[in-house]
Nanobody
Protein backbone atom coordinates (compact mmCIF):
# COMPACT_ATOMS: atom_id res chain seq x y z
CA UNK A 1 0.00 0.00 0.00
CA UNK A 2 1.10 3.55 -0.80
CA UNK A 3 0.26 6.54 1.35
CA UNK A 4 0.32 10.22 0.41
CA UNK A 5 0.53 13.45 2.32
CA UNK A 6 -0.34 16.45 0.17
CA UNK A 7 0.77 20.04 0.64
CA UNK A 8 1.00 23.34 -1.19
CA UNK A 9 -2.56 24.21 -2.05
CA UNK A 10 -4.22 27.56 -1.55
CA UNK A 11 -5.58 30.65 -3.25
CA UNK A 12 -3.94 32.16 -6.34
CA UNK A 13 -4.94 34.75 -8.91
CA UNK A 14 -5.63 34.02 -12.55
CA UNK A 15 -2.37 33.62 -14.45
CA UNK A 16 -0.46 32.75 -11.31
CA UNK A 17 1.44 29.64 -10.34
CA UNK A 18 1.20 27.08 -7.57
CA UNK A 19 3.15 23.96 -6.74
CA UNK A 20 1.55 20.95 -5.09
CA UNK A 21 3.58 18.24 -3.47
CA UNK A 22 2.84 14.76 -2.19
CA UNK A 23 5.14 13.00 0.22
CA UNK A 24 4.98 9.32 -0.67
CA UNK A 25 5.40 6.41 1.71
CA UNK A 26 5.04 2.67 1.32
CA UNK A 27 6.95 -0.09 -0.37
CA UNK A 28 7.66 -1.23 -3.92
CA UNK A 29 7.13 2.20 -5.46
CA UNK A 30 8.95 1.03 -8.59
CA UNK A 31 5.83 -1.02 -9.38
CA UNK A 32 3.62 2.07 -9.40
CA UNK A 33 2.45 4.77 -11.72
CA UNK A 34 1.67 7.97 -9.85
CA UNK A 35 -0.97 10.48 -10.86
CA UNK A 36 -2.76 13.67 -10.04
CA UNK A 37 -6.54 13.94 -10.24
CA UNK A 38 -8.84 16.84 -9.48
CA UNK A 39 -12.48 17.33 -8.62
CA UNK A 40 -14.26 20.63 -9.10
CA UNK A 41 -17.47 21.48 -7.23
CA UNK A 42 -20.42 19.62 -8.73
CA UNK A 43 -18.24 17.70 -11.17
CA UNK A 44 -16.77 14.24 -11.37
CA UNK A 45 -13.17 13.61 -10.48
CA UNK A 46 -10.93 13.91 -13.55
CA UNK A 47 -7.46 12.77 -14.50
CA UNK A 48 -4.83 15.52 -14.63
CA UNK A 49 -1.69 13.57 -15.45
CA UNK A 50 0.52 10.65 -14.51
CA UNK A 51 4.14 9.55 -14.38
CA UNK A 52 5.79 6.19 -13.75
CA UNK A 53 7.65 6.20 -10.47
CA UNK A 54 10.76 4.38 -11.71
CA UNK A 55 11.37 5.86 -15.17
CA UNK A 56 9.50 7.37 -18.09
CA UNK A 57 7.87 10.64 -18.97
CA UNK A 58 4.66 12.19 -17.79
CA UNK A 59 1.42 12.40 -19.71
CA UNK A 60 -1.31 14.98 -19.27
CA UNK A 61 -4.91 15.65 -20.03
CA UNK A 62 -5.23 18.20 -22.88
CA UNK A 63 -6.75 20.84 -20.58
CA UNK A 64 -3.48 21.22 -18.66
CA UNK A 65 -0.83 20.21 -21.19
CA UNK A 66 1.78 22.93 -21.56
CA UNK A 67 0.75 24.57 -18.28
CA UNK A 68 1.21 21.80 -15.70
CA UNK A 69 4.29 19.68 -15.05
CA UNK A 70 4.44 16.48 -13.01
CA UNK A 71 7.73 15.38 -11.51
CA UNK A 72 8.93 12.87 -8.94
CA UNK A 73 12.00 12.63 -6.76
CA UNK A 74 12.71 9.06 -5.74
CA UNK A 75 15.30 10.13 -3.15
CA UNK A 76 13.00 12.58 -1.38
CA UNK A 77 9.99 10.39 -2.16
CA UNK A 78 7.94 13.28 -3.44
CA UNK A 79 5.49 13.70 -6.29
CA UNK A 80 5.01 17.28 -7.44
CA UNK A 81 2.58 19.16 -9.64
CA UNK A 82 3.79 22.52 -10.91
CA UNK A 83 0.84 24.55 -12.15
CA UNK A 84 1.41 27.68 -14.26
CA UNK A 85 -0.91 30.08 -16.09
CA UNK A 86 -3.74 29.07 -13.79
CA UNK A 87 -7.33 29.60 -14.86
CA UNK A 88 -10.55 29.77 -12.82
CA UNK A 89 -11.53 26.37 -14.24
CA UNK A 90 -8.48 24.86 -12.52
CA UNK A 91 -10.22 25.45 -9.18
CA UNK A 92 -10.68 22.03 -7.61
CA UNK A 93 -9.57 19.64 -4.92
CA UNK A 94 -6.42 17.93 -6.17
CA UNK A 95 -5.51 14.35 -5.27
CA UNK A 96 -2.41 12.17 -5.50
CA UNK A 97 -3.05 8.60 -6.54
CA UNK A 98 -1.20 5.48 -7.56
CA UNK A 99 -1.88 2.31 -9.51
CA UNK A 100 0.17 -0.75 -10.17
CA UNK A 101 1.95 -0.58 -13.52
CA UNK A 102 -0.01 -2.28 -16.31
CA UNK A 103 -3.27 -2.14 -14.39
CA UNK A 104 -6.09 0.31 -14.91
CA UNK A 105 -7.51 1.23 -11.50
CA UNK A 106 -5.95 3.72 -9.11
CA UNK A 107 -5.99 2.06 -5.73
CA UNK A 108 -4.23 4.47 -3.39
CA UNK A 109 -5.38 8.04 -2.84
CA UNK A 110 -4.33 11.08 -0.89
CA UNK A 111 -6.77 13.11 1.18
CA UNK A 112 -6.96 15.94 -1.33
CA UNK A 113 -5.91 19.56 -1.22
CA UNK A 114 -7.84 22.65 -2.28
CA UNK A 115 -6.68 24.92 -5.08
CA UNK A 116 -8.70 28.06 -5.75
CA UNK A 117 -8.01 30.37 -8.69
CA UNK A 118 -9.61 33.78 -8.33
CA UNK A 119 -10.46 36.06 -11.23
Amino acid sequence: QVQFKESGGGLVQVGGSLRLSCTVSGGALYTRTMAWFRQAPGKEREFVGSIPWSYGSAEYTPAVKGRFTISRDSTLRTLDLQMNSLKPEDTAVYYCASRIVNTHDYIDWGQGIQVTVSS
